[in-house]
């Protein structure tokens, strides 16, 4: 097939222009994929938990010693580089931890892939409620 000299083919600034976009979506895209892996490791964050299990409860009130240890699980996902956790486990006087009698927290740093558990120690200013289970009333919250 022969060009014919009458068509002067596409104008010289259009093709610039697709050329242009193109290399502009293809930068956009690398740009997304690495900021992508980037912040998978970045937000890898593990799964905060309560221990114990059926007759084993995870928040124990000892009167003689005058404390609750609350036992945590930590599992899941950490970034690579690790990062520290804080677990911050209060009791309560009441079932609707309104009344707060003692509080404590305990730090830890993980990284990777991470399976474990840990007890916060709460000193008690008087005795915390506790059920017919023997589970004391305790709210945890945690901080990364």
């Not at 690398?30 to 998978?40: E, F, I």
């Amino acid at each position: 097939m022969t060009r014919d000299p009458a068509d002067p083919g596409p104008a010289p600034g259009r093709r610039r222009v697709v050329v242009g976009g193109a290399l502009l979506l293809a930068a956009i895209g690398s740009v997304v994929a690495l900021d992508r892996g980037s912040d998978d490791d970045q937000t890898a964050r593990p799964t905060i938990g309560w221990g114990g299990s059926e007759g084993h409860p995870s928040c124990v009130y000892d009167p003689e010693r005058h404390i609750v240890d609350a036992t945590i699980i930590i599992e899941g996902e950490a970034p690579r580089d690790g990062v520290t956790v804080t677990v911050t486990v209060t009791a309560y006087a009441d079932e609707n931890t309104s009344k707060p009698v003692g509080s404590g927290s305990r730090s830890v740093r993980v990284a990777g892939t991470v399976d474990t558990s840990l007890v916060v120690t709460i000193p008690v200013e008087r005795a915390p409620h506790v059920d017919v289970d023997g589970e004391t009333a305790c709210r945890r919250s945690t901080e990364y």
